[in-house]
């Protein structure tokens, strides 16, 4: 049974920053892409970053290129999204998302629960 368990969310202000972590369980973790996602209320689920199996490769959207950054520590299980320089439209629920073959907005074998991000302006 694959487990992705995110944490890290809160509400902040506009201009701050935050840092979600997603732990992975339950399978060879090095051998997984990793992502994130978030979906806003009323919105449809959007990629927001990946990286590849040893964390040598990222890949961003365009909204969060330069404010973002993920990356992973394999000998811990770990993922993370650190997010600077907020806004109130990265307010959103925050998915970690991995994945055996697929890298980038496609991706999603498996999904965490989720974690809120609010950004107050």
């Known amino acids: 049974q694959v487990q992705l368990v995110e944490s890290g969310g809160g509400l902040v202000q506009a201009g701050g920053s935050l840092r979600l972590s997603c732990a992975v369980s339950?399978?060879?973790?090095?051998?997984?892409?990793m992502g994130w996602f978030r979906q806003a209320p009323g919105k449809d689920r959007e990629f927001v970053a990946a990286?590849?199996?040893?964390?040598?490769?990222?890949y961003y959207a365009e909204s969060v290129k330069g404010r973002f950054t993920i990356s992973r520590v394999n000998v811990k299980n770990m993922v993370y999204l650190q997010m600077n320089s907020l806004k109130p439209e990265d307010t959103a629920v925050y998915y970690c998302?991995?994945?055996?073959?697929?890298?980038?907005?496609?991706?999603?074998?498996?999904w965490g629960q989720g974690t809120q991000v609010t950004v107050s302006s």
């Open positions: 998302a991995a994945d055996d073959t697929r890298f980038g907005e496609r991706m999603g074998d498996y």
């Open positions: 339950g399978r060879t973790f090095s051998n997984a892409y």
């Open positions: 990286i590849n199996r040893s964390g040598s490769g990222t």
